[in-house]
């Protein structure tokens, strides 16, 4: 009785009646239908992966952080890698398959106020009282626990916050966390992901309480993620940083090889009953390389809406675009788009990319400004060392700026 309704839903949301065959319909139920069951992986759907059945390769990565998990030792872990390439799907499977309990900081876009914070730790708090609504001892003594600390109300599992002078503090917070797991005997794992987005004052905030916790409160462990490696390293190597000193283990996410990619995708279509010819899989890998989100995304909108390679890319260029337009409109200097247009058409040399950074502004412009753009580029992770982008959708996002 249930599936149908799930399976109208989610015909629904993702508008595929529009595309109006059937075979197109016996397609997308069956991929629905595995979601829904479990049987089998779906190395297709494009939710972070929460199951070790469904998390392709990357087994290396799986091993280290539970390792680091399940080591009492360890107070601080850090999974860095580029957008996209599974940092979030490892994290939650691995924690899946521990059954550790977890809260999960999901920081979506880059955060400034103190308003947003809570609205953000507000969401993460309410995530957890119903991802654990089952286990009723827990989730007795963490109602318990928050509703004791003023500016916390709870209502069902809806937890709001309040977030001016008569806030709860997030030292306060991670306190009860502490003694609530000390009390379950359990050590809980609280995840902050994409945690270079907590930037300004509000970051140091969380810093401070996070560095705070590290130094005192044994039943906590802390994973902080994040794809704009130079940002989040500045959280931990600056010494201006309240966690600077702290010690912490690392995980890296990468980009796979050309085969791994290659089996990825073979691996997928073979999932969902699909032929796709060697030909077309190979420009696949040429146009996204190997980064695992985007492979994912073209499996799925193949598989379920059956469209050509060049339409799938021009629909990741539009979602790349957006957050290349996000990072933009955070800088000052209109200078980021002309830099990163001639990035992408591959004026790399340094004394070129200023003559034209010049041309376009019809004046002279000095090293200091130049050098400072490409720094942040690299710290955010867009392009590397070689002043190459990192991800061939952003470079041909780029292009079009
Ligand atoms: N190991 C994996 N196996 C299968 N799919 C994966 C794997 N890692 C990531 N994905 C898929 O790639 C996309 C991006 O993954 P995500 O975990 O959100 O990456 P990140 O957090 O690094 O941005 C999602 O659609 C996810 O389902
Ligand atoms: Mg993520």
Request: glycine content about 8%; charged content about 30%.
């Amino acid at each position: 009785m249930y599936l149908p309704l799930l399976l109208f839903l989610e015909l629904g949301s993702h508008n595929v009646l529009g595309v109006g065959t059937g075979c197109l319909l016996v397609r997308f139920l069956r991929f629905r239908c595995e979601s829904y069951f479990r049987c089998g992986s779906v190395l297709f759907d494009v939710k972070p992966k929460v199951r070790k059945a469904d998390l392709f390769d990357f087994d290396e990565e799986f091993n280290r952080l539970f390792r680091l998990i399940t080591n009492s030792l360890t107070r601080l872990i850090i999974v860095r890698g580029l957008r996209r390439t599974g940092k979030t799907s490892l994290i939650l499977t691995v924690l899946n398959e521990l059954g550790v309990p977890y809260v999960f900081i999901d920081v979506r876009e880059v955060v400034r106020s103190r308003r947003g914070l809570y609205e953000v730790l507000s969401r993460a708090l309410s995530d957890f009282l119903r991802r654990y609504s089952l286990r009723r001892a827990l989730i007795d003594s963490v109602v318990k626990a928050l509703s004791s600390v003023r500016g916390v109300g709870i209502h069902g599992f809806e937890v709001v916050l309040n977030w001016g002078r008569d806030r709860p503090l997030l030292s306060e917070l991670f306190r009860e966390f502490d003694r609530v797991s000390g009390d379950v005997g359990v050590r809980l794992v609280i995840v902050i992901d994409e945690a270079q987005r907590l930037s300004g004052p509000v970051g140091v905030e969380v810093w401070n309480a996070v560095a705070h916790a590290y130094d005192f409160l044994n039943n906590l462990l802390f994973i902080l993620s994040g794809s704009e490696m130079g940002v989040l390293g500045s959280i931990l190597s600056n010494p201006e940083s309240p966690l600077f000193g702290r010690a912490y283990a690392e995980v890296t996410t990468r980009k796979l090889n050309r085969d791994e990619s290659l089996e990825f995708l073979r691996r997928g279509f073979s999932e969902v009953g699909i032929e796709v010819d060697e030909g077309e899989l190979e420009g696949v890998v040429d146009g996204l390389d190997g980064v695992i989100g985007w492979l994912t995304y073209y499996g799925y909108s193949r598989s379920v809406g059956g469209r050509d390679l060049d339409s799938i890319i021009s629909d990741a260029v539009g979602m790349a675009r957006q957050e290349l337009e996000n990072f933009i409109r955070l800088r000052a200097s209109r200078r980021y788009r002309v830099v990163l247009r001639l990035l992408a058409l591959d004026v790399r040399e340094w004394g070129l990319l200023k003559r034209r950074l010049e041309d376009y502004e019809g004046s002279r412009i000095s090293d200091r400004v130049l050098h400072d753009i490409l720094t942040t580029l690299k710290r955010h992770s867009i392009i590397d060392e070689n002043l190459e982008f990192t991800d061939p959708v952003i470079r041909e996002t780029a292009r079009e700026l």
